[in-house]
């Protein structure tokens, strides 16, 4: 085992030491990715949220006013379409839209042929403030990426897409195996 320079140790190479010397048998190795990994996301997560709730914004509501304005002209989907956008739940989304609909940043439309549909669509104050926050966002993620360069963000692009397969097909065994 290669012994760590000072600057190489962080909190999770000290987990794995306190594991080889408490339980030398067991192999830790997956903690070296998914540990780090998770200590990433939280501290990601915690500048996103910031970042977001400076504009009256949840990360929720966001996400919502971001999958509007990516549906584009005119920026209005079902509740049953931004469920299936993949970032919005569909337990959420009714109360996501009514905090959005009361902050002026969309409203409801009942479709012109079929009175039963209903679309929430964004407001040009809504179309503006995703416009702002979004671009802001973008800023605050290269900033958190500037320590890699565009050939080690698109390699860990790849990476991580390759472990999110993995995690999936884990639990398709895992289903397997209890059925």
């Given at each position: ?18 594991w ?5 048998e ?12 998770h ?65 002026g ?30 671009a ?44």
């Open positions: 085992m290669a012994v760590s320079k000072p600057s190489d140790r962080d909190a999770v190479a000290g987990v794995i030491e306190d080889a010397r408490e339980r030398p067991l192999d830790t190795s997956p903690l070296e990715v998914l540990a780090r990994l200590r990433s996301f939280l501290r990601y997560s915690t500048r996103l949220t910031t970042s977001i709730e400076r504009h009256g914004l949840s990360v929720a509501g966001f996400d919502v006013l971001t999958a509007l304005r990516r549906a584009g002209h005119p920026h209005r989907l079902t509740a049953g379409q931004l469920a299936d956008s993949g970032l919005v739940s569909s337990a959420g989304v009714t109360l996501r839209i009514d905090r959005l609909e009361k902050d940043l969309i409203v409801r439309e009942r479709d012109a042929d079929d009175r039963r549909v209903v679309y929430s669509r964004l407001t040009e104050k809504g179309l503006a403030t995703v416009d702002v926050v979004f802001e966002h973008l800023d605050n993620e290269r900033r958190m990426l500037a320590g890699l360069s565009p050939s080690e963000r698109r390699q860990l692009a790849r990476l991580l897409r390759k472990l999110e397969v993995s995690i999936i097909s884990s639990d398709e065994e895992s289903n397997d195996t209890s059925a």
